[in-house]
């Protein structure tokens, strides 16, 4: 049973996202204040927290962006999912990298709200998945997707879940050229034709984890005009 945490003002609205949830057969906790929410996430990472995150933005204390922030600096990588009465693509942005993992703009259907909380949860159970390529190296890298980590030297990097599922199917596909639209559509869960730089936003992200020099790849590379193709040791 998964357990989820509301983290929203509004009480009628909590009320019926926990009334609902609960329906669902998930266990459904509320916070109201930003400062509770914020201490509740940093005390609780790994698996005995949450299992999943519903975060407004606006809220009394610290807005929904500081709280992820926070949850993320603390090692809580419970996917998050951000609910905004701001539907503007930089606040979007702005959500991905303050650790969220999905956006939903107010006023929503609460369908579409279970629909992207079934959604998240099977997208981390998927990432997670024990099928050989949880634990791997890429070059100087040492990744393990079932605990969302990149192990550099020294530094230990945590991932998001957004993040560990791009670096799975890219994993799963090591060698050959992956599209933007089967990554847009096999990690964001969208349309495959989505207008954005989501994706290019994020191998960005992977290529500061993985490379030793960002700036000139040798294992995340871009292949113009089709997409990305990682290469667990680089070509000779």
Do not use: C
Not at 4 to 25: Q, T
Not at 91 to 112: I, T
Not at 193 to 222: C, G, M, W
């Amino acid at each position: 049973m998964a357990r989820i945490l509301i983290v929203e003002d509004e009480a009628h609205l909590a009320h019926g996202i926990r009334f609902n949830l609960e329906a669902e057969g998930y266990e459904a906790e509320v916070i109201a204040d930003g400062a509770a929410a914020a201490e509740r996430l940093s005390a609780s990472a790994g698996d005995e927290g949450v299992d999943l995150v519903l975060l407004d933005v606006m809220l009394p204390g610290l807005d929904g962006l500081e709280i992820a922030r926070r949850a993320r600096a603390a090692g809580n990588y419970a996917p998050i999912l951000m609910l905004t009465a701001r539907g503007q693509a930089q606040d979007m942005v702005e959500g991905l990298d303050a650790g969220a993992d999905d956006y939903l703009p107010k006023p929503f259907d609460l369908h579409v709200l279970l629909a992207r909380v079934k959604g998240l949860l099977r997208r981390r159970d998927w990432a997670r998945a024990r099928d050989g390529s949880e634990r791997v190296r890429i070059g100087e890298a040492e990744v393990d997707l079932g605990r969302f980590e990149v192990r550099r030297g020294e530094e230990l990097i945590r991932l998001t879940l957004l993040e560990a599922g791009l670096l799975k199917l890219l994993l799963e596909k090591a060698g050959r050229v992956v599209s933007k639209g089967e990554i847009l559509e096999r990690v964001w869960n969208v349309d495959p034709d989505t207008e954005t730089r989501a994706v290019d936003n994020f191998v960005l992200r992977l290529r500061r984890y993985i490379e030793s020099d960002p700036a000139k790849p040798r294992h995340l590379q871009t292949v113009r005009g089709a997409g990305y193709r990682l290469l667990r040791e680089p070509e000779a």
